[in-house]
């Protein structure tokens, strides 16, 4: 059960090897979560060592289930078992996605759908199959990892920025559709994070780290926050952003 | 044969958080509630008062949650005081039937909205714990709805592993349909009360262990947001009900009128952020200002002396909708320096909470999860949303549970679970007697989960 301060006894992450969740994770096994189900694509050697640093940090039980984002067959059966391994499941990350790149997109189309279908289709498919299993059970927080890159077009990233503004919509209308089943939706909206996912780019103003996101999610959990900024002062400032003239977004955006 | 209407709701104990979804029965008539057991899936089920418990041990996520409160019953024996009522009545409704007929309820908590199944489910303690324990010590029988269908007519003599089980457990042993207990004479309606205000802890502390022997109530308020010098400074009320003699003619005409009003309600929404460390620090230090320095005889209300709060209705929304917790721990006597470790870190931790509670309790009774125990006992709400509560409040507990106290369950929103048997030693004894009632495990609550209280 989740308790009166935010934190989960039991934990599934959709996307089990993303750095901005392992961070969460690390510091909610630190106080309630004892046992967490990363989903991930294989078992490999990433997977291992992020079960191992969760049980290093003091998780009793971490396991493993097989899942593939961009394929939707393997989304019922991994959150199914998840639910089996763990009973209740108090929280859910939902914390897969690709990032690409829109010169790559430009010249595949078809790879720009596959990362659409990762960052929105997928999402879509994971949030209602665990809605369906929150609803059964009465409770759960659902934590979505969108982006800030949704909240306005840019010419250089507007395949993965559509894809996360979609994810972000879908998310608060599923928040909003669980209000009278005990459950609920956060969603999460980082800036430029530095990860394996960003590594190489230019990072933008006030760019964070996984760490840092991590500790706005937690806290995120302790306030009962429907949306989370990281960092929160990316709140403001899109605030802003969201209402410049076009010519001038254009202009500031380009990089 | 359950027809009683059935109706998906989101719970939440008075803190208003954590929150949960439950099928809710509401039974209207004592037959229908005594089947409300019947076709429990296999989420289980738990009874359901006035929602009190700060926490979540009234409510079962994805289960059935049975309201008790539709079915009011009272019989009272004036000759011998004996009261039998069933589960949903609430204390309110009681004392309005007794104090007229010259009764009071064996023991009252802060409010009148709670329920006798709930009296006996947290074992509910009040001002006068020094003087004649918890409310299920007052109980003669209980009658307990258990899964199999069976109703259980349970006494401390005929069953007293089940009876003692049942005080303090959380209404995991059954769902209680009624309860005969004990309610002593009053001659009138008003109290006779002391106060005295002291500029420390170490000075309140000192007060009540001197003379809390001379008085049949006794509970002090505490101001944690004051420090250095003045940390702890406390206003002690003590007092007893007044003899006949002591009122004066015009109070002579009606000595047990008992009318108390809800004077106003808390607005419906409330900004995130009223009660911040300004504001509270303000309205403490008004709070402590307005108190005499010393008072005695002073004749007040049962409800202006017992149930203050209840003059406005659903304070609990002024925390906003992040909601609010209550941390209530006893440590024994000779861990008074706990206490002041304890009552020095939540200062200094600039906790915005109101008046915390200081109580010294006498000794506690058979009940394994029962939590009063002789020594002090402290309670204060708090903000459910501040950083880092979480942790801070865990670290304490170590403390509490190092000293030999423990957490009252019925206020508990957030314990860590390998923390009940060390709080509660005889966790295994309660358990097994509990598995005897129900071996399929159907009774159970958020808080049953949460804490792991039914299976480790």
Known sequence: MNDAVGSPQTALVLGGTSEIALAAMDLLVARRCERVVLACRDSGPTAVTAAQRLRSAGATQVDIVTFDASDLTTHRPAVAKAFELLGDVDLVLLAFGVLGSQAEFDADPIAAAAAVNVNYTASVSCGLEVANRFRHQGHGTLVVISSVAGERARADNYVYGSSKAGLDVFSQGLGDALVGDGARVMVVRPGFVHTRMTAGLKAAPFSTTPDEVGARIVRGLETGADIVWAPSVLRWVFLVMRHLPRLIWRRISAR | ?456
């Open chain 2, 1 to 456: 044969m359950s027809l009683e209407p059935v109706a998906r709701a989101v719970l939440s104990g008075w803190g208003r958080v954590p929150r949960s979804a439950a099928d809710v029965r509401h039974p209207a008539t004592m037959g229908e509630f005594e089947r409300s057991l019947n076709t429990i899936g296999p989420r289980g089920a738990i009874a359901r008062g006035l929602g009190r418990s700060y926490g979540d041990a009234a409510q079962n996520a994805g289960g059935t949650v049975v309201d008790t409160t539709a079915v009011a019953r009272v019989e009272i024996d004036d000759r011998s005081g004996l009261v039998t009522a069933s589960a949903g009545t609430s204390l309110d409704e009681l004392l309005r039937i007794l104090v007229p007929r010259g009764r009071f309820v064996p023991v009252t908590p802060g409010t009148r909205y709670v329920t006798v199944g709930g009296a006996i489910a947290a074992d509910i303690h009040g001002k006068n714990h020094h003087r004649v324990g918890s409310w299920c010590q007052a109980v003669r029988s209980i009658r307990l709805l258990i899964p199999s269908g069976e109703i259980l007519t349970v006494t401390p003599e005929s069953d007293p592993a089940l009876f003692w089980a049942t005080a303090g457990g959380m209404g995991l042993t059954g769902v209680i349909i009624d309860a005969t207990f004990n309610c002593p004479p009053i001659e009138t309606s008003l109290l006779s009360v002391d106060t005295l205000r002291t500029n420390d802890l170490d000075g309140v502390m000192a007060a009540m262990v001197e003379a809390d022997h001379l008085y049949d109530y006794s509970v002090a308020w505490i101001d944690l947001m004051s420090t250095g010098g003045s940390m702890g400074r406390s206003v002690l009320t003590r007092g007893r009900f007044a003899q006949l003699d002591e009122l004066d003619a015009a109070q002579r005409l009606r000595p047990l009128a008992f009318d108390p009003k809800v004077r106003v309600g808390a607005p419906p929404w409330v900004p995130a952020g009223l009660l911040n460390p300004l504001s509270v620090r303000a309205f403490n230090e008004l709070w402590f200002r307005k108190a005499p320095a010393e008072r005695t005889a002073e004749l007040q209300s049962i409800g202006a002396f017992f149930h203050p709060l209840d003059m406005v209705r659903g304070w609990n929304r002024i925390y906003g909708k992040r909601g609010f917790l209550q941390w209530q721990f006893v440590v024994p006597d000779d861990a008074d320096d706990t206490l002041r470790s304890i009552v020095g870190q939540l200062s200094s931790a600039g906790c915005t909470s109101f008046l915390a509670v200081l109580k010294r309790f006498g000794p506690g009774n058979d009940g394994p999860l029962s939590f009063p125990a002789a020594g002090w006992t402290l309670a204060l709400d708090i903000p459910a949303g501040i950083a880092g509560l979480g942790p801070l409040l865990d670290r304490l507990d170590v403390e509490v549970a190092g000293a030999g106290g423990r957490i009252y369950l019925a206020k508990d929103s957030r314990l860590a679970p390998h923390m009940v048997p060390e709080m509660y030693p005889r966790l295994d004894e309660w358990r097994r007697t509990r598995d005897q009632v129900d071996p399929s495990r159907t009774l159970t609550s958020d808080l049953a989960r949460r804490l792991k209280l039914i299976d480790a």
